[in-house]
Structures are given as structure tokens and as C-alpha cells.
């Protein structure tokens, strides 16, 4: 049987009294593009920054590649955080970086590559998302759906397999939604990446998923996972 690239397994988690979900299962298999749903405040983002490893379960476990990055400490936990290239939703980018700078940063700080193959390597990233012609801009020169670009190319840096991108369409007018889904769809058919996407952008969700998961925050559940058709046409939710 083939090791799901992420395995979350009842997963309860929240912030001091207050409890974001509870028992939450559920697998992520390589190659997939899997979204998050839900309503405001159900922990769309925070499941996230769980499986990213910033953030501390109250119980349950959290594998990637079969390794637990719940129980992983000091190297081990840094080792698998670096599989995981992360998207946020503000883009995130450094507003006093170029964009090519932006996209070397993980280069600088977590690789001992020669200043010549990490310009490479930052450049390739750039090119995969069609920012080649941005590479010298500052990031308050950008359009939304460029510091969207720029920061995927940037959690692209480091070489791992797997994207969470968090409310990658957000803000964005329709044409430039869908043109980065596209994207998004490309690097998964041409790289073979694994995607896991907060989102709450119909358009997005029906254009980008395999599957989809849907929180509740009524009832602090994961209450249903399918492909979006399945989860449309039988929830009252979507």
C-alpha cells in the first residue's frame, strides 16, 4: 500500500479553552491537490500551520512522508519542514527584497549552494510561475496575482513536494484567479507536486481539487471529504 504523502490522524486542536476541531482524520496522497473548506473561524488556516508543524496539537498526529512532525524536535523537525513549501495568504513577500531576492532567501539561509547556483536556482522558479520579466521589481511594484506568484516561486526554493497555499486567489479579480490556478494545476501535471489549499473560492475549488475536506465550526468536526462535484450535489454547506 503507497504511504499518503500527509496523514493526519485525529487531530484535536485549539488555543487554551477554546477548541478549533476535534478528532479530525485524514489523508493526503502524493500528487494530489487537496483543498480545505470551511466557514470563518472553523480553522481552515490553523489546520495549516498544524501540518507545517508552527503550531502544537492538543492531541493527535500529524506524518509527513510517514515521519511525525508532532513528535520531531530540534533537526529531525527541520528536516521535514523543509519538504514543505508554504504560501500565505498576504504573499508574505520582504518589502525591501527584489523579487529574485525574495525567491533566494531559503537559499541563503538553509542551503551551502554557491552564489552562482542559487541565482540558478531562484531564476528557475521564477520562470516555472512567469516571473522572469519581475525578477528586479520590489514587491509594492507587483499586482496581486505577481506576490502571488512570487511567493509560491519562493516556497518552490527549496525543493520539496509538497505546497500548502493559503487563500491563493484571495483578493484577486477573476481572470487572475484562474489564470493562477492554472498555475497551480501546471506544477502539479509537470513536477509532480502535492498541493494542499485553504480556500473558500468556488471557482477555485471546482477548477484545482481532486478532494476536498470540509470543516464545520458549529460542531468543531471535519464533517465531510470527497471531490468538490460529491460534496456540492450532497451538502448544503457549498
Not at 30 to 39: D, Q, T, Y
Not at 44 to 59: D, F, N, R, T, V
Not at 123 to 140: C, D, G, T, W
Request: one cysteine or more; charged letters at 25%; aromatic letters at 4%.
Amino acid at each position: 500500500m503507497v504511504e499518503p504523502v500527509v496523514r493526519v490522524e485525529h487531530l484535536k486542536m485549539g488555543y487554551g479553552s477554546r477548541i478549533l476541531l476535534e478528532d479530525a482524520s485524514f489523508e493526503v496522497q502524493r500528487g494530489e491537490v487537496m483543498v480545505i473548506l470551511g466557514g470563518s473561524g472553523c480553522g481552515k488556516s490553523s489546520l495549516m500551520k498544524h501540518i507545517i508543524g508552527l503550531y502544537e496539537p492538543l492531541a493527535g498526529n500529524i506524518y509527513i512522508e510517514g515521519e511525525n512532525i508532532v513528535t520531531a524536535v530540534g533537526a529531525a523537525r527541520a528536516r521535514l519542514q523543509r519538504k514543505l513549501g508554504v504560501m500565505y495568504q498576504s504573499g508574505a513577500l520582504f518589502g525591501s527584497m527584489t523579487v529574485l531576492d525574495n525567491v533566494r532567501f531559503p537559499l541563503d539561509e538553509f542551503t551551502d549552494l554557491d552564489e552562482d547556483a542559487k541565482l540558478l536556482t531562484a531564476r528557475m522558479q521564477l520562470r516555472l510561475v512567469e516571473l522572469s520579466h519581475a525578477e528586479s521589481l520590489m514587491p509594492a511594484e507587483l499586482s496581486g496575482g505577481m506576490l502571488k506568484r512570487a511567493a509560491i516561486a519562493r516556497a518552490m526554493a527549496l525543493g520539496g513536494s509538497i505546497l500548502l497555499l493559503d487563500e491563493p486567489s484571495a483578493g484577486l479579480d477573476p481572470i487572475t484567479a484562474a489564470n493562477l490556478d492554472q498555475t497551480i494545476l501546471s506544477l502539479r501535471r509537470n513536477l509532480g507536486f502535492t498541493c494542499i489549499v485553504v480556500t473558500h473560492e468556488l471557482n477555485s475549488i471546482f477548477a484545482i481539487a481532486d478532494r476536498a475536506i470540509m470543516l464545520d465550526p458549529k460542531s468543531r468536526r471535519l464533517i465531510a471529504e470527497g471531490k468538490p462535484a460529491e460534496l456540492r450535489d450532497q451538502s448544503t454547506n457549498l
